[in-house]
């Protein structure tokens, strides 16, 4: 809707520009706004005061004439003028009312893409193998999840991967240790933050030990049999840990998915040939380099991407030029996103712009950072254990099931026990996401179990429950969702409010896909369970005056309940019927 006013909006000012009202070469982002107070119609825009200025002209004289030259729509029903020159639009609810008669006709709920399909490939999760995967990784796994599940819902062909790092330095230490301890290697391997540790700990303490790991650094790169056989070994069982987490979480990622660095070894040379050819190279202490003029330091002097150390070895840009390359010519990707930790925003910027001067990726090929902020603890800082070590996703995935249990149990004591469990896991799973989703994803997040599990506010059980209240409602009538004829008639103020947030659905994911921000779709749901709240309160369902309105009523229940599970479903929550 919001669109559709934008799009009408934009033909008045076209008509008074040709018409001499408005001077030419004006092109505003035009504003439209949903009311707080319905009284005062649904949708606002303040084009007359933006544009009253240039026009010459007081804003409540150019709304005028703008409201004149608006073309007539069957959606709007009136036009007004409020305070200092808004234009308030009145929706027609017939209008609306068939509108929402039809999203329930459709699978899909009358969500398509604004634009046409893409071929998408989103780089999610990417942890390095080298440590156990830890909260630093979880927000690129649940953001990147839930904006790729928009992306496929509104009809993109969707490319997970799983930039692993499975390649470096750290490696040779991690293969001495294996090799020194063969049968230790296999149980200690279970706890592989245990295992770093102890390996790093060898590689301090012995030299011997040390130069054994740079040998084996050596013989990987060379890909020696035996040290490779230890290598893969290796990178199983820490995938293995990843998937684990993965599945528990509900993330849709597969080993499929895993491209990791050492995927792109063989390019590498290739590429710095390429930045050679195309005269982008250059060498800074026995580095091979590549300067961009539009970047510096803070003194103003030009900054490096380093593609090849002055040993020869190659880096994470390479990898990453060398990535983007595969995903222009192999994949024929049309967008790429990286979720990534918004502190590497600059590693992206210079090596987006490296690919794009060297050729590597088509020119309509879209790259984005989606970057995110960090990840702090309930009190800001930096998220730590008690102790001072790395918070590991299954610790913190296990109290979040613990207290959800503990809450379910204390709310509702007469569930069974695997009813129980049951709840717990989406109800601590789904708080665990949900409270990272609902933020402004480049906002810095405070980890808050107290929060997060709260029932009130924008949080999972809220809104898990609010599904199963609307569920309620069609147990008690032994219906499903589907199960609603007639058609709907709006009337009561509830009523229409809630229709015309229903019929923003669209809209709202579009909006998710373009930005790459699921907040946006966590407040869409909020609200909804918020008015759906108040209808229910105020428009009595089972209980209503004859069995038109009923009906009618029935279709709006169905319809919130229908969009309340199908969002909380695109952001990777799991939805009950009772809790
Ligand atoms: N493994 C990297 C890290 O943990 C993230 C990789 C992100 N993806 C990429 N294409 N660079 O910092």
Redesign the pocket.
């Known amino acids: 809707m919001k669109d559709s006013i934008r799009h009408l909006i934009q033909q008045a000012l076209t008509r008074l520009t040709a018409d001499g009202v408005l001077p030419a070469g004006l092109s505003p982002a035009i504003q439209v706004e949903n009311t707080k107070d319905k009284t005062h119609g649904d949708f606002a825009s303040n084009i007359a005061m933006m544009l009253a200025k240039p026009a010459g002209m007081k804003p409540r004289d150019l709304a005028e004439k703008l409201i004149a030259a608006l073309p007539a729509d069957a959606d709007i029903s009136k036009v007004e003028i409020a305070g200092p020159g808004f234009l308030n639009f009145y929706q027609n609810t017939q209008a609306l009312a068939a509108r929402l008669d039809a999203l329930l006709a459709d699978d899909k709920l009358g969500v398509r893409k604004a634009g046409s399909a893409q071929r998408v490939v989103i780089?999610l999760s990417?942890?390095?193998l080298a440590k156990e995967m830890h909260v630093?990784?979880l927000r690129?796994t649940i953001i990147g999840d839930a904006v790729a599940r928009v992306l496929e819902f509104l009809g993109d062909e969707v490319i997970r991967?799983n930039?692993?790092?499975d390649w470096g330095t750290q490696f040779g230490m991690l293969l001495a240790f294996m090799e020194a301890n063969p049968a230790a290697a296999e149980s200690e391997l279970a706890d592989l933050e245990g295992f770093y540790r102890a390996a790093k700990k060898c590689f301090d303490d012995s030299p011997e030990f040390a130069e054994r790991a740079r040998e084996l650094v050596v013989q990987l790169q060379a890909g020696e049999a035996e040290c490779m056989r230890l290598w893969h070994r290796f990178n199983d069982i820490s995938l293995s840990h990843c998937q684990k987490a993965y599945d528990r979480l509900g993330v849709k990622l597969s080993p499929a998915d895993v491209k990791g660095?050492s995927a792109y070894n063989a390019e590498l040379p290739g590429i710095i040939d390429a930045l050679r050819d195309k005269g982008l190279l250059s060498e800074s202490n026995g580095a091979q380099c590549v300067f961009m003029d539009e970047f510096k330091n803070a003194e103003g002097n030009p900054l490096p991407v380093i593609v090849q150390k002055a040993g020869g070895g190659y880096l994470?840009s390479t990898?990453?030029l060398a990535?983007m390359r595969y995903r222009s010519q192999q994949l024929k990707a049309d967008r790429v996103l990286?979720?990534?930790?918004q502190r590497?925003a600059l590693?992206?910027q210079m090596?987006f712009e490296v690919a794009r001067r060297a050729g590597f990726v088509h020119d309509g090929m879209q790259l984005e950072h989606m970057g995110f902020g960090t990840m702090n603890g309930a009190d800001g800082r930096p998220f730590k254990t008690r102790d001072g070590g790395t918070v590991k996703l299954i610790d913190l995935l296990d109290e979040a099931e613990e207290r959800a249990y503990s809450l379910v149990k204390g709310k509702n004591p007469d569930l069974g026990e695997d009813e129980l469990r049951q709840i717990a896991h989406a109800v601590g799973i789904g708080a665990v996401k949900y409270a990272d989703l609902s933020k402004h994803r480049t906002s810095d997040y405070s980890f808050n179990f107290e929060l997060m599990l709260s029932f009130e506010g924008n949080t999972a059980p809220y809104l898990l429950y609010a599904y199963t209240r609307v569920a309620s409602v069609f147990r008690k009538l032994g219906k499903s969702f589907a199960e609603v004829d007639g058609s709907l008639d709006l009337q009561a103020p509830h009523e229409i409010e809630l229709a015309g947030k229903l019929a923003q659905f669209a809209e709202v994911l579009n909006g998710v896909a373009e930005k790459g921000v699921p907040h946006l779709l966590c407040a869409y749901l909020y609200d909804l369970a918020g008015l759906f709240s108040s209808f229910y309160e105020h428009c009595p369902i089972l209980a209503a005056e004859d069995p038109a309105t009923q009906q009618s009523r029935l279709r709006l229940a169905a319809l919130t309940g229908r969009t309340l599970k199908q969002g909380l479903e695109l952001l990777g929550l799991q939805t009950l019927e009772r809790m």
């Open positions: 780089d990417s942890p390095n630093g990784h690129s991967q930039h692993v790092g660095e994470y990898t990453d990535a990286y979720f990534v930790d590497q590693h992206f090596a």
